[in-house]
């Protein structure tokens, strides 16, 4: 068996909060998988000993500079003014702190970028100092407090080019009238506009108020009320305790319209009306999630269209997902995004990694849930076909990556913990929990998330808590069926076990053969029959082509299905890949647009990526590239800037 850093997350190294006190991360389960862990590394003659140093602890955040296992921050008061001209959030936070150890009156915080103008504890100043700057994780804002104190205020203004704040203009919305704000505080963003302790492990309520142009409508992850006043002035609360990546708002030129008792969307009124179609269908998924995995716990469950600029196809801020327009198409053929943002309210959330590098308890059971919600809502087969286009994903980036990024439990440390996205954590991880359910019965892991999910409710927890769940439930109940060593290998090692579920669809089946029916001449594309295909069809089509196509297969296959004018923005993107690797010249208009008009990642990273292979095509996405720039997220830029320069 290889070790790719196992030990790492078995050694207990107290000089790094390994073993700490910790109210939110249950380091007694920790502690146990640590043991139980440990006893294997040994019983493999590996010495703990000749490891310390490079061992990843448990329940450390690498990632972040404060000290909530000394002083914790509890609750957060945001009072904020939001300056669309000098593109700035201005004003206080008031953070609420509790001493996990005794006398200890030294508070850390995250910041990025901010400029800190005072930090009060009863309107009186108290000591504080701006540590070194990492590029990374920004600068520690060490603050020195009263033995009494349990409040401290922090007034803070945010850079201009904030990193988890996107500020729009008019001419970037989808009304052309007003400006737009939005933030994107995942992974590790919101000490971009919030001097917090920002690390999934420290959960806080918060509660804020925020004040706009009087046109506009300010929402948050938070308590929102559809007939609000729009008077420049909002106020927001948030009961749940919540990591500070979850904290979300986003400004603009808003509305609301009802999809059910409990769930919404908010959009620009341009978007509105084919939003709330498009996802008429999230009050049933809610209520199919609840009766499988438990209640929902966050009282509303609405949704926020954003600009195309937004770099995620959505972000699970709690009460209010943000979502991409792209996944409007108009037929509902995209919603099982809907559905993953909505799982996230049960596994996310409620129970929540405690560091980055337990990523894939956030992803994995998300997806799996998303897997599940789909197909109780639109049947087998459509589930069937979106598992193998998953299976497919999760191929490809198995292909192109470096084996200790297979790995479910990473080590990212001294690296961007936005370098934990890929399908690894989303795609490897439900195919893991597909077959822990295939071997158990899906009834009986039913139960077991359901009592998952409430055991660990409002919790952050490691990869080696769950373990130590696992080890004190189903590997009791079911030791016939399941087995320790091959969890193990599927968390802690590279690709995909041998054995893995493997999904298939018969209709796939049927596009294979359509497909080679193509390629070897025998049919023509404007005579096979697509009138019954949907976005899986094509998206299986297009993406199982070869690599190498003819100017007239590409040309007879635009001309019989318009792939150049698709309105579906994931099979344009498929065809326009295809293009790319095969020089098609008339699909370059097409392209174009695209990239400017869209930021999300996942359409327009591939895309410059395979156009920087040639000079021509580098040349090409460099134009794109700087002309789409000012309205692309910081993300976006910074995840492609490299493949144009």
């Given at each position: 068996m290889k070790k790719y850093g196992l030990l790492a997350t078995f050694v207990c190294a107290p000089m790094l909060f390994a073993c700490s006190d910790n109210s939110n991360v249950d380091t007694a389960k920790t502690d146990k998988a640590q043991?139980?862990?440990?006893?294997?590394?040994?019983?493999?003659?590996?010495?703990?000993?000749?490891?310390?140093?490079?061992?990843?602890?448990?329940?450390?955040?690498?990632?972040?500079?404060a000290n909530p296992n000394e002083v914790r921050v509890t609750h957060l008061s945001l009072n904020l003014t939001a300056n669309f001209e000098t593109k700035q959030l201005v004003g206080e936070v008031t953070l609420d702190v509790k001493r996990e150890t005794p006398n200890n009156n030294t508070l850390v915080l995250d910041t990025r970028a901010l400029d800190i103008q005072s930090v009060t504890v009863n309107g009186e100043s108290v000591p504080f100092e701006?540590?070194?700057?990492?590029?990374?994780?920004?600068?520690?804002?060490?603050?020195?407090?009263?033995?009494?104190?349990?409040?401290?205020?922090?007034?803070?203004?945010?850079?201009?080019?904030?990193?988890?704040?996107?500020?729009?203009?008019?001419?970037?919305?989808?009304?052309?009238?007003?400006?737009?704000l939005f933030t994107q505080a995942q992974a590790v963003h919101a000490r971009s506009f919030i001097p917090l302790q920002d690390s999934p492990q420290v959960r806080v309520t918060y509660d804020a108020t925020i004040k706009t142009p009087e046109a506009l409508l300010a929402v948050m992850s938070a308590s929102n009320d559809p007939t609000t006043e729009r008077d420049g002035e909002y106020a927001f609360t948030m009961p749940q305790p919540i990591p500070s990546y979850l904290i979300a708002l986003a400004i603009g030129d808003l509305e609301f319209k009802a999809?059910?008792?409990?769930?919404?969307?908010?959009?620009?009124?341009?978007?509105?009306?084919?939003?709330?179609?498009?996802?008429?269908?999230?009050?049933?998924?809610?209520?199919?999630t609840e009766k499988t995995y438990g209640p929902y716990q966050w009282d509303r469950y609405d949704l926020l269209i954003l600009p195309p600029s937004f770099p995620f196809g959505g972000m699970e801020n709690p009460r209010l997902s943000f979502?991409?327009?792209?996944?409007?198409?108009?037929?509902?053929?995209?919603?099982?995004?809907?559905?993953?943002?909505?799982?996230?309210?049960?596994?996310?959330?409620?129970?929540?990694?405690?560091?980055?590098?337990?990523?894939?308890?956030?992803?994995?059971?998300?997806?799996?849930?998303?897997?599940?919600?789909?197909?109780?809502?639109?049947?087998?087969?459509?589930?069937?076909k979106e598992a193998v286009l998953g299976y497919q994903d999760l191929e490809n980036d198995i292909a192109a990556l470096d084996e200790n990024d297979e790995i479910l439990a990473i080590d990212l440390r001294g690296r961007n913990p936005d370098d934990v996205f890929s399908n690894i954590p989303y795609e490897k991880g439900a195919l893991f929990l597909r077959e822990v359910?295939?071997?158990?019965?899906?009834?009986?892991?039913?139960?077991?998330?359901?009592?998952?999910?409430?055991?660990?409710?409002?919790?952050?927890i490691t990869t080696d808590t769950f373990i130590a769940y696992l080890d004190d439930t189903l590997?009791?109940?079911?030791?016939?069926?399941?087995?320790?060593?091959?969890?193990?290998?599927?968390?802690?090692?590279?690709?995909?076990?041998?054995?893995?579920?493997q999904p298939e669809s018969d209709a796939f089946t049927?596009?294979?053969?359509?497909?080679?029916?193509?390629?070897?001449?025998?049919?023509?594309?404007?005579?096979?029959?697509?009138?019954?295909?949907?976005?899986?069809?094509?998206?299986?089509?297009?993406?199982?082509?070869?690599?190498?196509?003819?100017?007239?297969?590409?040309?007879?296959?635009?001309?019989?299905?318009?792939?150049?004018?698709?309105?579906?923005?994931?099979?344009?993107?498929?065809?326009?890949?295809?293009?790319?690797?095969?020089?098609?010249?008339?699909?370059?208009?097409r392209l174009y647009s695209y990239l400017v008009s869209i930021g999300r990642n996942k359409l327009?990273?591939?895309?410059?990526?395979?156009?920087?292979?040639?000079?021509?095509?580098?040349?090409?996405?460099k134009r794109a590239f700087e002309e789409a720039k000012s309205g692309y997220h910081p993300l976006t830029v910074k995840a492609n800037e490299g493949y144009v320069n």
């Open positions: 043991n139980v862990n440990l006893a294997k590394a040994e019983a493999q003659g590996t010495a703990a000993e000749n490891h310390t140093e490079a061992a990843i602890a448990s329940g450390v955040d690498y990632h972040s500079f701006m540590g070194e700057t990492d590029p990374d994780l920004g600068t520690p804002l060490t603050i020195t407090l009263p033995s009494t104190a349990n409040a401290v205020t922090v007034a803070y203004s945010t850079s201009s080019e904030a990193s988890g704040v996107q500020w729009l203009t008019p001419a970037q919305t989808a009304g052309k009238k007003h400006p737009f999809m059910g008792e409990r769930t919404g969307v908010y959009a620009e009124p341009a978007l509105l009306e084919s939003a709330a179609k498009e996802f008429e269908d999230t009050e049933a998924m809610l209520e199919v979502i991409t327009p792209t996944v409007i198409a108009g037929d509902k053929s995209l919603v099982s995004l809907i559905a993953h943002e909505l799982a996230h309210s049960w596994s996310g959330n409620t129970v929540t990694n405690a560091t980055w590098r337990d990523l894939w308890l956030n992803e994995g059971f998300t997806t799996y849930l998303t897997y599940r919600i789909m197909e109780m809502i639109y049947g087998h087969d459509r589930f069937k359910e295939q071997n158990i019965g899906r009834e009986n892991f039913d139960a077991f998330l359901m009592q998952y999910f409430k055991d660990f409710a409002f919790k952050s590997l009791k109940q079911y030791p016939d069926k399941l087995d320790a060593e091959r969890i193990h290998t599927w968390i802690f090692e590279p690709g995909i076990p041998q054995g893995a579920p049927k596009i294979d053969d359509t497909r080679s029916a193509w390629l070897s001449g025998d049919v023509k594309a404007a005579e096979i029959e697509t009138a019954q295909w949907t976005v899986h069809e094509w998206l299986y089509f297009l993406n199982n082509m070869p690599g190498s196509l003819s100017e007239t297969q590409l040309a007879e296959l635009d001309s019989a299905f318009s792939l150049t004018s698709t309105k579906n923005n994931e099979i344009a993107h498929s065809w326009l890949m295809i293009a790319v690797e095969n020089n098609y010249q008339p699909a370059y208009d327009v990273k591939p895309l410059y990526r395979e156009l920087s292979k040639t000079p021509e095509g580098k040349a090409f996405a």
